[in-house]
């Protein structure tokens, strides 16, 4: 496909949403069915990283330059809504709360690589 998230018309993104999340649920599942036996894999093969970015205007997520990737490492949500996810946001302000962080956002196909 060679195409970003981003770079899809509507249509594309809603099938791609759709696929994505029976891709995500096969992985979990797969990934649980191994963990039961004791067999935890290092490098996740079924994780589903977050391919989106965060417009750089967009002041409590990317850097003072440019727009920012997305550090979400895995799709949580019902399929249908944006990623619940939190990461560690590195140009997140920090207001006296601990490590910024902040939420995904994304639908599910921005978590499905197309390369």
Known sequence: MGKRYDD????QKAVLDRAAFVLIQARDE???ILREVGIELPDNP???PCQGTFDQDDLF???PHG?????CAR???DGIRPCINTFVNPYG???????PRRKCGHLPGAHF???
């Not at 727009?67 to 550090?71: E, I, K, L, Q, R």
């Not at 302000?93 to 490590?99: E, L, M, S, T």
């Open 93 to 99: 302000a920090n207001f006296g709360a601990g490590v």
């Open 61 to 63: 997520t990317s850097p």
């Open 8 to 11: 899809l018309d509507a249509k």
């Open 113 to 115: 690589r197309m390369d």
């Open 46 to 48: 079924f994780a589903s």
């Open 75 to 77: 799709y949580k949500g």
């Open 30 to 32: 797969a990934d649980a």
């Open 67 to 71: 727009d920012s990737d997305c550090a």
